[in-house]
């Protein structure tokens, strides 16, 4: 069975709507009422929806002017700049826009097994006295070096060691030249320029060529955006190569649409009715061959299964190939540096530096350091190997839970579980101290004058006290409402669980009547019970709700001097903080009979 | 462990190393470790793999060659290698620098033949980083791992997979997480 690391999730309360509202009420003071109304919901860890709000505390930030955690979910993403993960060069968002979203020097990655390619020269490497000194020559291809992939084997070779991007724009499967969709256009308005008589450009487009997908799309564009230009004269002046939504002509058909009036000019609209289509290649008209088909299964029946690709392969080509031969190297994907804001109050919470390899950040509001972090260990010492360590059912087990404080101020802790884990299998838990009070973090620097410098930190300190502790753990007793362990900013309380059984199928439905009026409420029925044990049903997971309340030093927070003035009527309530969560707490399997 | 220890597991050096006597790091003389550095039993540093193609600029040559470079706070699990990389260049075989920043870590059985590994990586284990590999500051390399030759990873990046890919970013808040000062500490001498 694979190692179990006992883990605390947080949930972000962003992903419950009702709490918002409460906690807007709850700021003018919490009243009974809505406590109890907070007390008896229950999040369960096992609903569907919580995989999306479930993080790890190092995942979340935490935003000081709404005093919440934000989420991946309810923070907004600003890209930064984008980079090439391959080069690290930074590419501006002007080629961005122009060029596409991937590296346009000499990334590649290859197309069998996503592996970076590199290039080399097909010539045998000189050999002797001085090698090392004779300049090499081409021709180049590209290789992997993981499933030793070859652009070789798609007849590709390349002149220069350079620039590839640019190079295997121009080279087709096979070696043939390639006319790029640019390229294309460049020759049209060449010939557009030169008249129609003339044969000047040094490439002739084929009427008849069968062109991919990029390039089909190019040459229909084309054609239609001068045919509307054509037809409606006063659109001419806003087609310049775009769509031209904004264009007067563009509009006056839009808005003709929806009055059912000729908005545009009677002539235009006579004429828009004269528009031809497409008839050649060069217009973007491919006539589908009926041998097309016949030719791919012969291919198929030539290369076999090894020479079609598989899915991944497919996905990741813009062209979708069938067919390995037909698969071209990949342009490395960019990606992004991105500083993060809050949703609600669009205050920055992360911003790394611009420069690409720099990877300090000029924000970092990230949760670990206003949330208290939750430790989970076993209280017993447990079997010499802790990955053994299965949960026995019915047999109370018991665990310590360390929060430490990250804030610099003392905080009140109330954390509450539902008796019974909620699920199919419901374990009993019991926190023996569900109130406490933490103390504050001082300053690491002091701490670290304290300990003697060498850069002793807060850890040092910690671990010394936990093994005195351990080393008494025999004769202490976990007592209901006390503490466990106490230290300089953190708190240890002992939490009991007493493990289900995991019993299901078809035993469990016999005695269905009688297990379901002890176990109703929570299961809401024994037709739950069928059914094999699902993926990680066995892990106990234990919900804790954690409040977290502390009063925060007013002078501390920037522009508290105005804040302070202005609620001079509520000034307690300014000074008043509380921090409210979901957590869970995955603490072992539960042994299997 | 040893059933009996007579001497502690580690030999200490002066600047706080604390190496294995049951590692085993070859041509010790081409190593340079940072300080505050632990290699666990079993590991093996190939320092003997020198470079042997003669460098771009003669005057830069000076002193002992270094095959393996390590920086501070470093962690190298037990049964990991440490090997230079090397590859044919214009019909001569040579290898090339290994060079490791600081706070590393490479789990149990881990092969790394990088060119560079930033600071703040962890690698864990039974992975193996491809020649020539150059891996940036702020990276985490998940057990098992078959990071391809000459792959740059950038920062931030959770990598996994054979081949390896990209397949996630550090959050802001793991960033202290991959300081390896409280691991370095917690090393006893038994
Ligand atoms: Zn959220
Ligand atoms: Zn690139
Ligand atoms: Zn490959
Ligand atoms: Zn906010």
Redesign the pocket.
Known sequence: MAEFKPYTYFQ????DTSFSTRRRIGDSGPSSEEETDEDERTFDPRAPRANY?LYPLEHLLYCEDCHQ??????VLDEIVCWYCPNCLFEVPSSSVKSEGNRCTRSCFQCPICTAPLSISSTESPPEGLGAEYVAQSGPYVLNCAYCLWSSKEIGIQLEKPNSIYAQLAKIKNGGEPYISPKERRRIREERKGDGEESQGSEMTLDPNEKLDAESQFANLKAFYQEQLAESSPASALGFTGDYGYGSPGALSRIMGLYTGSSFGDKKSKSRSSMMREAQSALEGLQISSPSASEESIARLRASGWEGTCSTAQRLAQAHNPRFVSDLRPIAHLLRTKRSKRCKTCRHILSKPESKVQNTRFRIRLVAPNYVPRIAIRPLQPGPAAPQALLLTPLRPTQFVLTFSNPLFDDVRVSIATPAKTPGRFGSRVTILCPQFEVGANTDVWDEALREGGAGAGKGGEREKRRTKAEASEGQQQAEAGKVWERGRNWVSVVVEVVPAVLKVGEEEKKDEKEEEEEQEEEEGGGSRYAGPLREDEDILEIPVFVRVEWEADVAQDEGAGLAAANNKDNKEEKEKRELAYWCVLGVGRIARD | MSKKPVKGEYIETDTGNKVSRRSQIIGTTNIILGGKTVIQAEVIIRGDLLRTYPPSNPSEKQGNPVAVAIGRYCFFSRGCELRPPGKLYRGTFSHYPLKIADHVFVGPGSIVEAALIGSHVHIGSNAVVGKFVIIKDFVRILDGAVVPPNMVIPSFSIVAGRPARVVGEIAEGEIEGFDLREVYRSVGNA
């Open positions: 972000c309360p962003c992903t709000s955690i934000r989420c991946p979910r309810c």
